[in-house]
């Protein structure tokens, strides 16, 4: 069963995200009347339906999950074709303020929904209340700009995600929404021109979902770890999808008008914005008990090794600490989907 969206005006001119909610755990849950929020950002072609399992099993662990559908997807409001046009050929400087307008929507939506739902802050001993930003997959970009834009909300506003922010997640983590350059072998069939167009997006729902066989991670060396074979113990995470659910997560060609113009061009953004929100120091100020974590599962496609060894070395370069880091046995950049429980479990790890 697919999930009613709800909607959430996050601005004067009427701009409206949609949203998937598991509601207020029961007061037997484990955080009992202070549970923890999790706001997730979906990625591109998925919608936010795409957490709903993850959602089922939210309640029974003390957290409210809020999945939050991105503009251009189905319930938000659309994006003006202007706006979408200056990615492509306007300058660096309109590249940046559509990433931070996207940003500020985020922010303003997770502020509104904290005030408007009585969100519980964080407790005396940090246990339970607050909440966290969740990106997984393109949607690592949209938490990263939310939580570096927030300073554009009122000082009230400002004041309240200060004192509930508890963690950012990067869940699978492409190194297209951290601006960092991808690997020299990798390849996508999103941007394979060889494919015909029609037949890109089933092509590349089915392979993404994949299980694939990897090398040494220990080597951070990408010719190591790059996906030998898809897995065949495990099959691809669509096919754990009916019809239904495979029509409300996949948005096909519907959205690529802003959404692969957004990450062709747009790499020096993405990875200021991630600089950003990872290390500096005012934004870390800010936020004094966020944590940033970043999760991968050891059977995903490539992408996301690439941005975990990049930001591996970052960190290092940084005096270590900035991010925290976990490798998830078992997998993939679905795991959200079929192994909700154990992911849920790692999550709640990042807030601890």
């Known amino acids: 069963m697919v999930q009613t969206l709800q909607t959430l005006s996050v601005e004067d001119n009427g701009v409206q995200l949609a ?4 509601g207020i755990p029961s007061p037997d849950s484990p955080f009992g009347s202070d549970y923890i ?5 979906h990625g591109f072609v998925f919608s936010a339906h795409v957490f709903e399992k993850l959602a089922t099993v939210a309640k029974s662990s003390g957290v409210r999950l809020v999945a939050i559908m991105r503009r251009d997807y189905p319930g938000s409001t659309p994006i003006p074709p202007a706006d979408v046009e200056s990615i492509s050929t306007g300058t660096d400087d309109d590249r940046a303020a559509y990433l ?3 940003g500020i929507e985020i922010a303003a939506f997770v502020d509104k929904f904290v005030e408007t739902h009585n969100v519980p802050p964080p407790t005396a001993s940090g246990k339970g209340g607050g909440f966290a930003i969740l990106g997984w997959s393109m949607g690592s970009a949209f938490a990263n700009a939310a939580v570096v834009n927030a300073d554009a909300l009122n000082e009230a506003a400002q004041a309240r995600f ?3 922010m508890r963690s950012l997640i990067y869940l699978d983590a492409p190194y297209v929404a951290l601006g960092i350059p991808k690997a020299e072998k990798f390849w996508t069939p999103i941007l394979d021109e ?3 167009l029609h037949l890109r997006v089933p092509f590349f729902a089915n392979w993404i979902t994949s299980y694939f066989a990897h090398g040494d991670f220990s ?3 990408p010719d190591v770890v790059e996906y030998i074979v ?3 113990t495990r099959v691809p995470s669509i096919y754990h999808m009916n019809d239904a659910q495979r029509e409300a997560i996949v948005c096909g060609e519907s959205t690529w008008t802003s959404e692969v113009p957004f990450m062709v061009f747009c790499e020096p953004q993405f990875y200021a914005t991630y600089q950003r929100a990872a290390f500096d120091e005012a934004v870390r100020d800010r936020f004094p008990n966020m944590k940033v974590w970043a999760l991968v599962g050891d059977c995903g496609a490539s992408f ?4 975990l060894f990049k930001m591996q070395e970052e960190d290092e370069a940084c005096g270590g600490g900035n991010i925290n880091f976990r490798i998830i046995k078992g997998g993939n950049h679905f795991m959200h989907w079929d192994d909700p429980e154990d992911t849920l479990k790692v999550i709640l790890d990042t807030m601890a």
């Open 19 to 22: 949203y998937v909610d598991s």
């Open 37 to 41: 929020t999790l706001f997730a950002i």
């Open 100 to 102: 931070r307008a996207r």
């Open 162 to 164: 200060s004192r509930y």
């Open 194 to 196: 060889s494919i015909p």
């Open 219 to 221: 080597t951070r060396d």
């Open 230 to 232: 898809p897995s065949p």
């Open 304 to 307: 996301a090794f690439t941005a």
